[in-house]
């Protein structure tokens, strides 16, 4: 069994985590949250204007870059 938690993709929550982490051991998507909460369902919006993969990675990018 994989620890963890999926959502359907009609579904919007508000996360907060201590940040992105890279494993490089995986092809293809190497970023995951680091320690994610759900903080709160986001039934204002659709899942059309969640964050996307890529701003997950410009994110990890920002936390290097800092």
Do not use: H
């Not at 995951?32 to 890529?54: F, M, N, Y």
């Amino acid at each position: 069994v994989r620890p963890g938690l999926e959502l359907r993709p009609q579904i919007v929550v508000t996360i907060k985590c201590e940040g992105v982490v890279r494993d490089a051991t995986k092809q293809e998507f190497p970023f995951s949250l680091r320690d994610p909460k759900i903080v709160v369902l986001r039934s204002d919006k659709g899942a059309q204007e969640a964050d996307t993969t890529k701003s997950i990675e410009d994110l990890y990018k920002k936390e290097r870059l800092a």
